[in-house]
T-cell receptor, first 113, second 118 residues
Framework: LAKTTQPISMDSYEGQEVNITCSHN???????ITWYQQFPSQGPRFIIQ???TKVTNEVASLFIPADRKSSTLSLPRVSLSDTAVYYC??????????????FGKGTMLLVSP | DAGVIQSPRHEVTEMGQEVTLRCKPI?????LFWYRQTMMRGLELLIY????????DSGMPEDRFSAKMPNASFSTLKIQPSEPRDSAVYFC????????????????FGQGTRLTVV
């Protein structure tokens, strides 16, 4: 099972860029990297997904180096409403091609005024 | 689509009682997941289904837990008998797999059922 390691918590201020890095040394060839966001009392919500290099959407960017052993979620100009727990997920690389969505501990991001 | 719908949103029951949690996945999705979340253990995958068939139930904590998916639009998670340590938020999620497996698909989560066993 591909394990992920993230910082437990991070602090930031409104308007700053936040980068959360996730380590996944055992990532398998077929695995994608996915980030979810969870607010209190809600289910996790998909943010972004990538396989290699850089992916950008309307809310975030995902940077993945060539060795794919880590990834960085970048949130530009955070606001108070970005305070949440952020999870990095990779597949378990099962040869069957089907893998589970296994969540780690996540990173608690606190954005202050 | 209304998204993944779970019921009830809150459940308070006495120890020893049977509890049934319900989930309606997004129409057309072929994967369904049940998760449990607590402060101590975080988000734990209990079981997941593919095309209504249970694929991996290794996360189900004990024989007191059971899950069924009688059709593509409905799933239940049952706890019998319930215990105080089962108190948690239970989430259901669904996804539509691509040809490369579910690790590269977006899962949609319901609002969860907050279970309290007293």
């Amino acid at each position: 099972l591909a394990k992920t390691t993230q910082p437990i918590s991070m602090d930031s201020y409104e308007g700053q860029e936040v980068n959360i890095t996730c380590s996944h040394n055992n990532i398998a060839t077929n695995d994608y990297i996915t980030w979810y966001q969870q607010f209190p009392s809600q289910g996790p919500r998909f943010i972004i997904q990538g396989y290699k290099t850089k992916v950008t959407n309307e809310v975030a960017s995902l940077f993945i180096p060539a060795d794919r052993k880590s990834s960085t979620l970048s949130l530009p100009r955070v606001s108070l409403s970005d305070t949440a727990v952020y999870y990095c997920l990779v597949g378990d690389g099962a040869n069957s091609g089907y893998s589970t969505l296994t969540f780690g501990k996540g990173t608690m991001l606190l954005v202050s005024p | 689509d209304a998204g993944v719908i779970q019921s009830p949103r809150h459940e308070v029951t006495e120890m020893g009682q049977e509890v049934t949690l319900r989930c309606k996945p997004i129409s057309g999705h072929d994967y369904l997941f049940w998760y449990r979340q607590t402060m101590m253990r975080g988000l734990e995958l209990l079981i997941y289904f593919n095309n209504n068939v249970p694929i991996d139930d290794s996360g189900m904590p004990e024989d007191r837990f059971s899950a069924k998916m009688p059709n593509a639009s409905f799933s239940t998670l049952k706890i019998q008998p319930s215990e105080p340590r089962d108190s948690a938020v239970y989430f259901c999620a669904s996804s539509l797999a691509s040809g490369q497996g579910i690790s590269n698909t977006e899962a949609f989560f319901g609002q969860g059922t907050r279970l309290t066993v007293v």
